[in-house]
């Protein structure tokens, strides 16, 4: 499924959040990433992150 | 008509007599109507043969007269036939015009590539034209389709966009360049039509009559080439006062009013003395005799104040013409003839007319329209008068902001205004209707009345403090199901 730009960037923040709080990383990440929302992006990138989006069809 | 009546038997007699008499009335009213306008056709037949006629002896002269006399009846008899039918059928819809071969093929070539994918019209149609020009290009057609397909989904807007918002500032900000210079004179024709900010503003207002109403009248095959057709349908259109084609004159000793018609200027706008006479005689409490060229009305009942009063109603008089509409020009355009153009508007009544062209003429009147011609046709409407009072001021603005707001001012079949009047007054939410205006006053009849405010737009989620229900805060995350590395 593609994301359209508001759910990539709703998905990426949720998983942002996890990780500046101190969740687990899910990929290895290489040395000197520390931004939360870096590495929510290079999860992102890799399709690591368990979540999706609900569409709900319009009206 | 007794046959439809008399089954409903059940109802007293008087009833059914009263019922009786009202439907009989009405059917002798249509009745008439409808003679009247057969007589009206036939008046129309006539001229338009009278006229091929005429401009038939002139080329017949030139040819040798004998065996043209022949061949001119002949002729004569089929063209009668002609127009004959062309009567007939009141107005018959614009022949649509067949696509060549080539295109057709290329067409149904597309729709297999694509398959159940789905391409706009216009998009398709511009391929195929570029195609047809470049033959090479017709080996490459399957890529073409799938990267116009790939690009039209790139660039097509994703859901909880706030496209509502994107147009308003689109349209808004244009608007501040508009210029004062609000006036305008439209071609060459003398016709003032308001333009820039107030026309857009009207528009956007849903006035019930612009400010300077305008009609574009275009007229059908036989009547668009001809002059003296096009003049006669101008003459039915334009509104003629009896001041301006007879002298009114008042005697005082006698107390009558002697009405001076002159024939030329009768001729000109071909009216005739009884169809002056049969105006006149609407009014009440005169005699009207015809003498010759002159018309002379006597009051029933000497009085000097009624003579200076119906003198007064004279020089008002109507006597042709269509309500609303106050100025005619008739301009010869290039590639297709002559057209009228009325400052004045009375979009029902100029379709009535024999001659005219129902399906090109036009109206700068969006009430009218969605009256005579439903809601579709007004919301083009709005969205062809709002693009094109932008662009004639060098503003450019995509058309999809224009069409949004002509759907929302649509929408419920009815054209409502922009802003306090229309849209803002009539939304759901008890909340944003207190955002916008009357606060106090609002929310005091919604808690009477009990009303339920379903969160669903942007203003009240703004008031509750919760994310707007667009673009990122519409999303609804879940977690992946199965699935794990």
């Given at each position: 499924m593609k994301y359209t730009r508001f759910e990539k960037a709703r998905i990426i923040g949720a998983r942002a959040l996890q990780i500046s709080m101190g969740a687990p990383t899910l990929l290895k990440i290489p040395k000197g990433m520390i931004a939360p929302i870096d590495i929510a992006m290079l999860e992102f990138k890799e399709d690591a992150i368990p979540i999706t989006v609900k569409r709900v069809e319009g009206n | 008509m007794d046959k439809k009546t008399t089954p409903k038997k059940t109802k007293n007699k008087k009833d059914k007599k009263k019922v009786d008499t009202k439907k009989s009335l009405k059917t002798t009213k249509k009745i008439a109507k409808k003679e009247k306008k057969q007589i009206k056709k036939k008046e129309y037949k006539k001229e338009v043969k009278e006229i091929k006629k005429q401009t038939k002896k002139t080329t017949l002269k030139k040819a040798k007269e004998e065996k043209v006399k022949k061949k001119g009846k002949i002729e004569k008899k089929k063209e009668e036939e002609k127009e004959e039918e062309e009567t007939k059928?009141?107005?018959?819809?614009?022949?649509k015009k067949d696509e060549p071969e080539e295109y057709k093929k290329l067409r149904t070539e597309i729709k297999k590539i694509l398959d159940d994918r789905f391409l706009p019209g216009s998009v398709i149609d511009e391929i195929i034209i570029k195609v047809l020009n470049e033959k090479a290009l017709e080996k490459k057609l399957k890529i073409i389709i799938d990267r116009a397909f790939e690009h039209y989904y790139k660039n097509i807007i994703d859901p909880a966009e706030a496209c509502g918002i994107v147009g308003a500032q689109s349209i808004g900000e244009p608007g501040t360049q508009m210029t004062m210079r609000t006036f305008h004179y439209a071609g060459v024709a003398e016709i003032n039509v308001t333009l820039g900010l107030p026309r857009l503003i009207e528009i956007v207002d849903a006035r019930s009559i612009p400010s300077t109403p305008m009609m574009n009248i275009y007229l059908r095959e036989a009547y668009r080439i001809n002059s003296d057709l096009a003049k006669k349908v101008a003459n039915q259109i334009e509104i003629t006062k009896l001041n301006s084609i007879a002298d009114i004159e008042t005697d005082l000793t006698n107390l009558t009013i002697k009405i001076k018609t002159n024939k030329t200027t009768l001729d000109n706008k071909n009216i005739s003395i009884d169809e002056i006479v049969d105006s006149i005689k609407k009014i009440r409490g005169i005699d009207v005799k015809v003498e010759k060229d002159s018309i002379k009305v006597v009051l029933d009942e000497p009085s000097y104040k009624k003579l200076l009063d119906i003198n007064e109603t004279l020089k008002d008089l109507k006597v042709k013409g269509i309500d609303g509409i106050k100025r005619i020009f008739i301009?010869?355009?290039?590639?297709?003839?002559?057209v009228i153009y009325s400052?004045?508007?009375?979009?029902?009544?100029?379709?009535?007319?024999?001659?005219?062209?129902?399906?090109?003429?036009?109206?700068?009147?969006?009430?009218?329209?969605s009256r005579v011609l439903g809601i579709e046709a007004a919301r083009n409407m709005i969205i062809e008068e709002a693009y094109n009072t932008l662009s004639e001021q060098g503003l450019n603005v995509d058309r999809r902001h224009i069409m949004l707001v002509a759907d929302v001012m649509t929408t419920d079949g009815i054209i409502r205004a922009i802003g306090r009047h229309g849209v803002s007054k009539e939304k759901e939410s008890v909340l944003s209707r207190a955002a916008f205006e009357i606060t106090v006053s609002h929310l005091l009849q919604a808690a009477r009345r009990g009303e339920i405010d379903k969160l669903g737009g942007v203003a009240e989620n703004i008031i509750v403090g919760q994310p707007v229900n667009l673009g990122t805060g519409a999303v609804e995350l879940v977690m992946k199901k199965g699935k794990k590395k």
């Open positions: - | 059928i009141m107005v018959p819809p614009p022949a301009r010869k355009e290039p590639n297709e003839g002559y400052e004045g508007s009375n979009l029902e009544k100029v379709l009535e007319i024999i001659g005219v062209d129902p399906y090109r003429t036009t109206t700068n009147d969006i009430q009218a329209v």
